[in-house]
């Protein structure tokens, strides 16, 4: 195995199975936000509320970066805009 293969087997073992199926779940696509809410509540039995909490701390985990790199970077990179937009700051 080489060593990326090693650190990505790394990551695996370091998530939990839910932090795995959110981080799953993520990578989907809806038409629209209620569509994305009912199917969390269906999917992964929790409130959308408490799914984008766990979200948002799954993606500073550096075992969720290792795991999907693209997929967190590019919720990091969201997250930072909505931050930027909220703070009055542009660029």
Known sequence: ???RGRRARCAVDSLTELEM????????????????????IDALGMTPTRYYQ?????????AAAQFD???????????????????GREG
Do not use: H
């Open 54 to 62: 766990l979200l948002n701390e799954l993606i500073d985990q550096p």
């Open 69 to 87: 790199p693209s997929l967190v970077a590019r919720l990091r990179r969201r997250r930072a805009d909505r931050n930027r937009l909220r703070s």
């Open 21 to 40: 199926r959110i981080l799953a779940f993520e990578r989907s696509w809806w038409r629209s936000p209620g569509a994305k809410d009912r199917e969390i």
């Open 1 to 3: 195995m080489n060593t």
